[in-house]
């Protein structure tokens, strides 16, 4: 059993994850359980996933989710959905009961409403509060020097007390992106990708370079191909994606293996919370060996 998310928001996602698979529920539980906690949480400030975060150019947020199903390598995902900022759920919905793997737009709102999910306005999505939230940090190898405590994008991969595993991610997109622009998060390879035989990876950063590599699905390869630990798999793919890409921009990668091993690496190697200087890519992490 382990859990791994991104950014220091993060940690509260792995916390609600990790009750859950130690109460024996699927990875895809789990997944629900993290995810949505960091979704619905308005005290996190404008720099955060679902409720509160920036709008889109015409000012309404639109919302991108994903998840895959490591046992079959089954997707479900949603893009540019308005009015329900749970795209994991929405994403996992999919997953289940559609016969497509990803829903766009206007599709993949009437989708959610179909099947249940509340509506809300844009206005009522938008509202924000402030509080600071815990850090935990996992060591990596640095590349390009940015402070940054949070992002709009969690990722995040569970596996279960079965050994399955699955990954999600979810995000509120880049501040003021075009209306119905979409990133990396709900493209197979590129956000995510997860397979029970060989690993599973998830991205974030700046989507709209991230996609041009498909770094989840490279991250994977190289602990399948070469035997890379997930760690030295996340720093490969990083060093690969800055010298190619040579302009500064932000990626970070997490990553596990199917024996629960974990990784991290990013273009970050500092983040700066309240005064204090933290070393490595800020990701949260449990596995049942380390409690």
């Known amino acids: ?52 975060n920036f709008p889109n ?6 919302y ?4 895959m199903r490591g046992s079959d390598c089954k997707i479900g995902a949603v893009c540019a959905l308005e009015h329900c900022p749970n795209a994991l759920k929405v ?12 829903l766009a737009g206007a599709g993949a709102t009437s989708f959610a409403e179909i099947q249940g999910f509340p509506m809300e306005s844009h206005e009522d999505l938008l509202k924000t509060g402030a509080t600071a939230e815990p850090i ?15 992002h709009d994008t969690i990722s995040m991969i569970v596996m279960d007390q079965q050994g399955e595993l699955a990954c999600g ?43 041009q590599y498909c770094p989840s699905f490279h991250v994977v390869m190289l602990m399948r191909y070469q035997g890379l630990t997930p760690q030295l798999a996340c720093e490969e793919v990083v060093r690969d994606m800055v010298k190619r890409h040579k302009a500064t921009f932000m990626v970070a990668l997490i990553a596990m293996d199917p024996k629960g091993n974990m990784g991290a690496s990013g273009t970050i190697n500092t983040t700066d919370r ?11 992490l449990w596995d049942c060996k380390s409690g």
Request: negative net charge; contains cysteine; hydrophobic residues 40%.
């Open 1 to 52: 059993m382990a859990c791994i998310a991104t950014w220091p928001f993060g940690y509260n996602a792995v916390c609600a994850a990790h009750v859950v698979v130690e109460k024996g529920g699927s990875c895809i539980e789990a997944l629900k359980a993290g995810v949505t906690i960091v979704e619905d949480d308005t005290n996190l400030g404008p720099r955060n996933v679902g409720r509160g």
């Open 64 to 67: 991108d989710g994903a998840v």
């Open 57 to 62: 150019a015409a000012g309404f947020p639109q």
């Open 169 to 211: 991610v979810s995000t509120s997109g880049l501040v003021g992106k075009e209306v119905g622009r979409v990133g990396d998060v709900p493209l197979s390879g590129n956000g995510f990708y997860a397979d029970n035989v060989h690993g599973s990876a998830c991205a974030t950063g700046d989507g709209d370079i991230i996609m």
């Open 136 to 150: 935990v940090n996992f060591p990596t190898e640095p590349s390009l020097p940015i402070e940054n405590p949070g």
């Open 274 to 284: 309240g005064g204090v200087k933290y070393d490595g890519f800020p990701a949260a």
């Open 91 to 102: 994403a996992c919905t999919v997953l289940e009961k559609s016969r497509h793997s990803l």
